[in-house]
């Protein structure tokens, strides 16, 4: 039963199979032959054992369907005439095959009904040339040695027993070809073609794949051996493996080509005897006709075999012409083979080899045979078709990223002086950046023309143009996208760059040129801002100076500043974070042209140092090399702080780059002056017609990403886009103004430079919103003026013997002794409008008497001459030059009048205290006597430590330093007493308001102004919860104040509950039901 | 709670609202305008105080709606008192004065028995130039020196003249703490 059940599934399996393979037409005699069973072919005759059908399936269909499928209809094609034909034949019973033939063709004419015995004979006949053919072209069976195929000489195919010659195998190939002429009455015939295909799809699958396995699998085992005998070698180079590897691989290919040539040179000689056959028997006007046949099935039976061979190729191998092709390809295409392993050397860029590189050449001409080989060999199908253009992909993307990374200057520098104002939007007017034209020279002269060469030769019909001129068209296109990339991906370091990195730039404004390629550079430069600068690493400076440079570059790369305007809001919102951006941007804009002087000769020097130092890569993207360009100094602190971009840069980087970013000893955005003051960024003013300008040659269209109310701009503009980036113009208005306070109430020396900056900014912001610093320098003009008007009188009326000094004329010196200092001391005073100022806080403390004396005469000469008009003193402000004369020298300090307060303490002590006690005084003693604020005292007695002039006895207690010696306590000799000698006190007077509150030592401004925030804020809880609603919850207060508070309303909820809850605290609030209520009093 | 504030660190008021103005534009642009100009004198108010006169905005964030607070002076029949009111902002103000009532209950010749009160820069004589405290601040003077020549609440002035004493108990048994609403 068991064994009944196999040969039933077996049945089925086979019927399964035969469903799908259609395997009975391949068959040389069909089987329902009632009367001889036809035996398989070949074997009764003693010729070379065949391999039976059904395994030829099994091979075959495993590994090349489409054969099969070919083969298949190709069969329902002749034998379906022959047999119906056949039904129709007469009868002959001869035996031999000539007689068959001859009766045949000559009762070939009269149809007669058939009988079975001619059926019999026919069938017999057509069987006997069937083997008389097969024997002939039968492969051989047993092919084990690799070389078994190569010596296989035709004539070995021939059976030594076969009895048929030539011209018996052509006749009775004839008549198999024929046989429903010759022999009408075999029912079971087949085509000899299909045959033969067959066997080789059997053949192939039996003998040569098992050896191009084998081919595959010696090498991998030798590489395998290589490798693992490396790890073990210390020192071996790793060039020595790589080129190991390509030779093997290379070793695979060519033997696996070798292989395949025997294979199919031995079916092509069975294909070429039938061939033969075909066009010889036929004559006449028939045979033109068998001959194109024949071709047709020739070409058909290639097709088939490369198809197999194709498919048939295992991924090893596929994989070793991987490697050898890219290997030949990087040669000729000039690019240096990149290693997987880690290199421990850069490798050469590549560029385009030279004509006469014998390298290349060489590299060239291996190519073109080894592609015709895998050609003839069929393994130039669709598999290394995908794979040719996938290793030119690669090619392509590592050319460029090879040739032109980190390449931002140009070559050449007749293409570097190209307008930068020309905007070249399309590809053709691109001829200015030169690695634009050098690549696409690649393309058109390497790239393409060794994919043309490549694919000539693979494709079976040379004459059709494989790559035409659009073609290289795309292939540009391709390559200045991949440029793009490249160039979007470093655009970052670009910027840092800036303007040695011009080239880049102009490669980027060429190849941008789509609007997904523009969202691309904004959306990639903005996350490369967000990881690379906007983080607490960095300081404002940097930040803002990295701005400058980001507004200069996306200036030169889109002048329609649209790419920038999708930039900038990330770095805005970042910037809204830093408090001291807007100070730094003033404080730069007011740099004072030495200070700009200054740095120039720091970068100068900077440069020096690097050259030599053996840095001359740093020469070159230094700035103020060109000082007739001011604007490029905008680079200088960036130099250090690029981030290894071109190899250059990093070989020569060195120990300077370690020292971290170079940043300009003054830390001040100097660059913003030496912009403010550039004759071209002035000259904006020009008028504001650009759009019926007609006669602008470089007139563009706005770009498609614009916004609605897009305007065009004119200029780069750099102030004005980082002044909009830092806020409203107010806020920045009120900065400058604070800063131009300090600088006004600083330094006695003139204002040109504040001046020029507010002229520069006037232009910017109209006069109305400057009024303020208008006032302000007028005030302080007025101020001199009226000091000299002041003293005159003082001269004539009180002070006969006061020395007029001149403004910025020397210091009087006086012993100390001498009781009448006060009267060659030169005061001065500024007088400021207290509306115009900012606020200004008075510090309240006593100075000393001389200079309170001569304040008061101040004072009454003001109020003389400025009738109905009162003096608030500042002191704190004044600023003082004091020289000491000590027992061994004279120390001349510009302090202020804080400080000088505080040491003319001391003075008044060794007058009153005898000679030989020390001068010393506690914190707390000064304290008393000067009504000071204690950390200012604190401050100034530091100030005095440090230059030297006082020293501390004990904590709290100070004593005056007579001789710079350590101890003192040596020194007995006290005649010359430590002297205040001269003050030159500026103190300025406003009518400042004085703030109740009690003043927070420690941090003296801001708490000041903050005690006074938040005495207004009270004001407003008070006048809400009186007026507005007697209780309210936390909310509505919070929104309310938010709501009605012209400034803003900085506090978050949590900061406003901790305010009242002070309050309740004091006293002042209570909470009834969760809501605030003012306490009735 | 609709009520927008127009962001107002621009520029100067003065300067916008000449330039609304001289572009002829009123309705919404105005109302905005008297806005400002009510933000920026209750910043006075806040920075600088009158003593015994105080005024917010309406709880409800109405700008154009404010209440006030006036103690009543001292050596007056109103002293000790406070009293309070309601001010309703048209919508070109400054250019036309509030409409300012008692709502706390007054005995006054000038006040009548609904708090509307007979003043005379609140009708003819008011000007752009008078702000919420000078207002206040008249109105304070106001219950000190009533004018009795044209008086709203005729007994009172009367009594004020003949009869303090009986003014003053009619000022306290009118007096009543209203409560916010």
């Keep these: ?1081 | 709670m609709s009520f927008s504030i127009e962001d107002s660190q621009n520029s100067a008021p003065g300067s916008i609202s000449v330039n609304k103005l001289g572009a002829g534009r009123k309705g919404p642009d105005a109302g905005q305008n008297a806005a400002k100009r009510l933000q920026t004198e209750l910043m006075q108010l806040m920075t600088s105080p009158a003593p015994g006169v105080s005024a917010f905005p309406s709880a409800d964030g109405n700008l154009l709606s404010w209440r006030a607070t006036i103690e009543g002076p001292d050596d007056t029949p109103y002293a000790g008192l406070t009293f309070k009111l309601s001010f309703e902002f048209p919508s070109n103000y400054p250019y036309a004065p509030p409409t300012v009532l008692f709502r706390t209950p007054i005995y006054h010749p000038n006040v009548d028995f609904s708090g509307r009160i007979c003043l005379d820069i609140l009708k003819d004589k008011w000007t752009a130039a008078y702000n919420i405290q000078t207002v206040l601040l008249s109105l304070q003077s106001l219950l000190g020196e009533p004018n009795n020549a044209s008086p709203l609440n005729g007994e009172a002035a009367e009594l004020w003249d003949k009869d303090p004493a009986l003014f003053k108990t009619k000022v306290t048994d009118r007096h009543r703490d209203v409560e916010d609403e």
């Design chain 1, 1 to 1081: 039963m068991p064994a009944a059940v196999a040969s039933h599934w077996r049945n089925r399996r086979r019927r399964i199979f035969q469903s799908v393979f259609q395997t009975e037409v391949s068959l040389p005699t069909p089987h329902s032959t009632p009367s001889v069973p036809f035996s398989e072919q070949g074997q009764p005759f003693g010729g070379p054992a065949v391999v039976s059908h059904e395994h030829n399936h099994h091979g075959t269909a495993t590994t090349s369907a489409a054969f099969f499928s070919q083969a298949a209809t190709q069969e329902h094609f002749d034998p379906l005439q022959g047999r119906v034909r056949a039904a129709h034949a007469p009868t002959t019973s001869s035996l031999t095959l000539s007689t068959i033939l001859a009766q045949s063709q000559s009762q070939f004419e009269e149809p007669l009904f058939p009988s079975l015995a001619t059926a019999a004979d026919d069938q017999i006949a057509y069987d006997r040339a069937w083997h008389v053919v097969t024997a002939r072209i039968a492969l051989p069976a047993s092919a084990t040695a690799d070389d078994s195929f190569g010596t296989l000489a035709p004539d070995s195919q021939q059976s030594p027993r076969a009895f048929s010659s030539d011209a018996e195998f052509y006749q009775a190939l004839d008549s198999l070809n024929h046989a429903n002429r010759v022999l009408p009455r075999a029912t079971h015939t087949d085509d000899i073609v299909s045959w033969h295909a067959q066997q080789v799809r059997a053949h192939f699958a039996q003998h040569v794949i098992p050896l191009l396995s084998g081919c595959v699998d010696e090498n991998e085992d030798r590489l395998g051996a290589d490798i693992h005998g490396d790890a073990e070698k210390v020192g071996d180079a790793d060039w020595e493996k790589k080129r190991d590897r390509y030779e093997s691989h290379m070793v695979t290919v060519m033997s696996s080509i070798r292989t395949l040539e025997a294979a199919l040179r031995l079916y092509f000689y069975g294909l070429g005897m039938l061939m033969r056959g075909f066009s010889r028997a036929t004559d006449g006007n028939s045979a033109d006709r068998a001959k194109t046949d024949a071709e047709i099935l020739a070409t058909r039976f290639r097709r088939d075999i490369h198809a197999l061979v194709g498919i048939s190729a295992s991924d090893q191998l596929m994989n070793s012409v991987r490697v050898v092709l890219v290997r030949l390809i990087s040669h000729v295409l000039g690019i240096p083979p990149v290693y997987d392993g880690e290199a421990t050397s850069r490798p050469p860029r590549p560029e385009p080899p030279s004509q006469d590189n014998i390298k290349q050449l060489a590299a060239r001409q291996r190519l073109h045979e080894l592609v015709e080989q895998l050609y003839n060999v069929g393994l130039a199908g669709e598999r290394f078709q995908i794979l040719f253009a996938e290793i030119m992909d690669g090619m392509m993307s590592n050319f460029v990223k090879g040739a032109y990374a980190g390449v931002w200057a140009s070559p050449g520098s007749t293409a570097f002086s190209a307008t930068p104002n020309t905007i070249t939007l399309t590809a053709a007017s691109s001829s200015s950046s030169p690695c634009i034209v050098s690549l696409s020279d690649w393309v058109e002269n390497h790239f393409a023309r060794l994919g043309f060469e490549v694919l000539s030769r693979i494709s079976p019909n040379p004459p059709s143009p494989v790559v035409t001129l659009s073609d290289v068209k795309t292939y540009q296109s391709l390559a200045l996208g991949r440029l793009a990339a490249l160039r979007i991906g470093e655009l970052f370091d670009i910027v840092l760059a800036w303007p040695a990195s011009r080239g880049a730039l102009d490669d980027l404004r060429a190849t941008i040129t789509t609007s997904a390629r523009r969202m691309q550079l904004t959306s990639s430069f903005t996350r490369a801002l967000q990881t690379k600068l906007l983080h607490p690493g960095c300081s404002t400076l940097e930040i803002l100076q990295t701005y400058i440079a980001i507004i200069r570059t996306f200036h030169a790369l889109d002048h329609s500043k649209v790419l920038l305007g999708h930039v900038e809001p990330t770095l805005q919102l970042y910037l809204c974070q830093r408090e001291d951006a807007i100070r730094i941007v003033v404080t730069g804009l007011l740099a004072s042209p030495d200070e700009v002087r200054a740095m120039r000769k720091v970068a100068g020097t900077a440069n020096w140092t690097r050259e030599n130092g053996g840095q001359r890569d740093a020469i070159v993207r230094a700035p103020f090399i060109t000082p007739t360009i001011p604007g490029r100094s905008a680079t200088a602190p960036s130099t250090g702080r690029r981030r290894g971009s071109t190899p250059e840069a990093n070989l020569k980087k060195g120990p300077a780059a370690s020292t971290g970013p170079y940043i300009p000893s003054s830390s001040n955005l100097v660059e913003l002056a030496l912009l403010l003051n550039d004759p071209a960024n002035s000259r904006r003013a020009a008028p504001d017609d650009e759009d019926l300008d007609w006669n602008d040659m470089n007139w563009v269209p706005d770009p498609v990403d614009a916004g609605a109310n897009y305007k065009r701009p004119k200029s780069e503009d750099v102030i004005g886009t980082l002044i909009s980036a830092l806020g409203s113009e107010d806020v920045f208005i009120k900065e400058f103004t604070s800063i131009l306070a300090e600088r006004l109430l600083g330094d006695p020396a003139r204002f040109e430079q504040e001046l020029r900056v507010l002229d520069l900014l006037k232009r910017r912001f109209g006069e109305a919103a400057l009024q303020s610093c208008d006032v302000m320098i007028k005030d302080v003009q007025d101020s001199s003026r009226l000091d000299a008007a002041i003293r005159r009188t003082g001269h004539q009326n009180k002070l006969e013997r006061q020395v007029l000094v001149t403004p910025a004329g020397p210091t009087a010196r006086q012993k100390g002794e001498q009781n009448a200092s006060q009267k060659e001391t030169q005061y001065q005073a500024r007088i400021l409008s207290r509306l115009f100022w900012p606020a200004l806080d008075r510090e309240h403390f006593l100075l000393p008497p001389p200079i309170l004396e001569q304040q008061k005469q101040y004072e009454q000469g003001y109020e003389s001459l400025k009738s109905h008009r009162k003096l608030t003193w500042l002191n704190q402000l004044g600023q003082t030059r004091v020289e000491l004369e000590l027992s061994d020298r004279t120390v001349t300090v510009d302090c202020s009048t804080v400080e000088a307060t505080v040491i003319y303490a001391f003075q008044d002590d060794a007058d009153s205290s005898g000679s030989d006690s020390l001068i010393r005084r506690s914190e707390d003693e000064l304290y008393n006597q000067l009504q000071m604020d204690e950390d200012l005292i604190a401050a100034a007695l530091s100030f005095w430590t440090s230059k030297g002039v006082l020293y501390r006895v004990q904590p709290g207690v100070y004593a005056v330093a007579e001789t710079l010696a350590a101890a003192p306590e040596d020194n007995p000799n006290d005649s010359t007493a430590s002297a205040i000698a001269t003050e030159e006190g500026s103190t300025e007077g406003t009518v400042a308001e004085e703030s109740s509150e009690p003043r927070k030592p420690a941090k003296l401004t801001v708490g000041a102004k903050e005690q006074e925030r938040r005495a207004m804020y009270w004001q407003y809880i008070r006048g809400m919860l009186t007026n507005a609603s007697v209780s309210m919850p936390l909310g509505q207060m919070a929104m309310m104040m938010k709501m009605l508070i012209t400034d803003g309303f900085p506090w978050s909820n949590e900061e406003l509950q901790e305010f009242l809850g002070e309050k309740i605290v004091a006293g002042d609030l209570e909470i009834v039901g969760g809501k605030y209520k003012l306490v009735k009093k």
